[in-house]
Structures are given as structure tokens and as C-alpha cells.
């Protein structure tokens, strides 16, 4: 199956966010793919906003994108737009990092006002960086998500029905895409 990284691009360390993602990370694990979590708040601070491409968490993030078939991008939308550390990140990668990989783009927000910022912000982006395949993806409403004290997350029941939808095409089009020989 498909090595799949997955990344918040929220800063929060308590963010629904990241929650929302590490349980999505869960149902493709169990359809087979191997799921490399990437929380970008964990990258140094001087690394992304001093753009030091030769720091060792950016070398090691831009070989985790290397080596990934297929990444999933979930961002918690602020001012209409994806989070700040995220573009952060996004700007320290390669111009076309994203070549030869499929790409399910996620949101979270307060407000249904903000759900265009997937196709109006984050996807063009993505595409820039040369994505092969950008699978429909999904923006979720703050107030459907339950964050637990012990760090997990309650989805409800639209919703996660909605979520399960897109990460099954997401895995879908990744078992119809031919997968990269990464050389080593």
C-alpha cells in the first residue's frame, strides 16, 4: 500500500485540527497504508520563519514529502485562508514537492463562511507545487468536533460520515495511482 503523510498545519498543540487528523490517520492505517504523522508546529520556529532550507527539520520534512505517494493537508482556516504556519512550511519546500502524489486537502472552522478557503486558497497552491491528483476535500465545522481530555476526538455523526466518504476516494485513488520508486 501507499506510505501517506499526513500534516496539521495548525499551531495549536491542543487543536481539533491535528485531533481531526490523527483520528483520520487511524482508518487509513487500517486500510493498509503506512501513515507518517507531521505536526508542522513542531518544526522550529527560527527553521520556518528564518526559510533555513539546510536546518535539519526541513531537510528531514522535504524527505518526508519526497518519500511520501499520497499526503493529506488539513490547516484550520483563519481570515478566510489556511493557517500561517503552514505557508511557512509550504514556501520552505521544493517548487514542485508535490509531483507524483495525491493530495486530500482538509479544513477546519468556526464558521461555514470559511468553507471555499479549501478551493479558493489551500488548492491552488497544491497545485502549484504539481500535484498529480487534488481528490475532493473536506472542510468540517468546529462544533462537529469533540476534543477529549485524553487527546481524542468525538467526530459527529454527519460529519464523519462526510470525512469517511473523502478519505475512502482519497485511498481509492492512491491504490489507482501508479506508486514512485523512491531511489534510496
Known amino acids: 500500500m501507499a ?10 498543540a491542543s487543536s481539533r485540527t ?3 487528523l490523527r483520528h483520520l490517520d487511524k482508518r487509513l492505517a487500517a486500510q493498509g497504508h503506512h501513515v507518517i504523522p507531521l505536526d508542522v508546529r513542531t518544526i522550529p520556529a527560527e527553521a520556518l520563519l528564518g526559510a533555513d532550507f539546510r536546518h535539519p527539520a526541513i531537510v528531514q520534512t522535504t ?3 519526497a518519500r511520501a505517494d499520497g499526503v493529506v493537508i488539513g490547516t484550520p ?3 478566510a485562508s489556511y493557517s500561517g504556519v503552514l505557508k511557512a512550511l509550504l514556501d520552505l519546500l521544493p ?3 508535490l509531483t507524483g502524489k495525491t493530495v486530500l486537502p482538509l479544513a477546519t472552522g468556526g464558521s461555514v463562511a470559511h468553507v471555499l478557503a479549501i478551493d479558493y486558497a489551500l488548492r491552488p497552491v497544491l497545485s502549484s ?3 498529480d491528483h487534488i481528490v475532493q476535500g473536506w472542510f468540517t465545522l468546529d462544533q462537529h468536533l ?3 481530555e485524553d487527546g481524542s476526538l468525538t467526530v459527529a455523526p454527519d460529519a464523519s460520515e462526510a470525512l469517511d466518504q473523502v478519505v475512502d476516494q482519497f485511498s481509492a485513488a492512491l491504490d489507482r495511482t501508479p506508486l514512485l520508486a523512491v531511489a534510496g
Request: hydrophobic residues 40%; proline residues 4%.
Open 18 to 20: 491535528s485531533r481531526l
Open 77 to 79: 482556516v483563519y481570515k
Open 3 to 12: 506510505t501517506i503523510l499526513s500534516v496539521s498545519g495548525s499551531p495549536s
Open 129 to 131: 507545487m504539481g500535484a
Open 146 to 148: 469533540t476534543a477529549h
Open 95 to 97: 517548487q514542485y514537492a
Open 63 to 65: 524527505e518526508l514529502f
